[in-house]
């Protein structure tokens, strides 16, 4: 019903910036809440940032200051941009979004994830 993609990482020295993108497409009736998690080798899933309907935002006390997520809502676009990037932000990126499809009822869906990776 709706499938979710992002794109936009790679590889970056320490301090640059990279910024993600995650498309929404299908049947969409109503997006509510977009985010962005991450995923290092070893450790669990957490949740780095997440915008909600009235684009209100919150943020990982790790990347905040750093890290600002905003969207398009006329092109079902979320962004992630990422500013002065350190090592310990090389995760998987995954975007995650709160999506009313052909059900009136809110589904979750995910990205399958773009690879960010911060090393000099």
């Known amino acids: 019903q709706v499938q979710l993609a992002e794109s936009g990482g790679g590889l970056v020295q320490p301090g640059g910036s990279l910024r993600l993108s995650c498309v929404a497409s299908?049947?969409?009736?109503?997006?509510?809440?977009m985010s962005w998690y991450r995923q290092a080798p070893g450790k669990q899933r957490e949740l780095v940032a997440r915008?909600?309907?009235?684009?209100?935002?919150n943020y990982a006390d790790s990347v905040k200051d750093r890290f600002t997520i905003f969207r398009d809502s006329a092109k079902n676009t979320v962004y992630l941009q990422m500013n002065s990037l350190r090592p310990e932000d090389t995760a998987v990126y995954y975007c995650?979004?709160?999506?009313?499809?052909?059900?009136?009822?809110?589904?979750?869906?995910w990205g399958q994830g773009t690879q960010v990776t911060v090393s000099s």
């Open positions: 915008i909600n309907v009235g684009d209100a935002t």
């Open positions: 299908g049947i969409i009736f109503k997006i509510w809440n």
């Open positions: 995650n979004g709160d999506i009313g499809s052909v059900s009136l009822m809110p589904g979750n869906y």
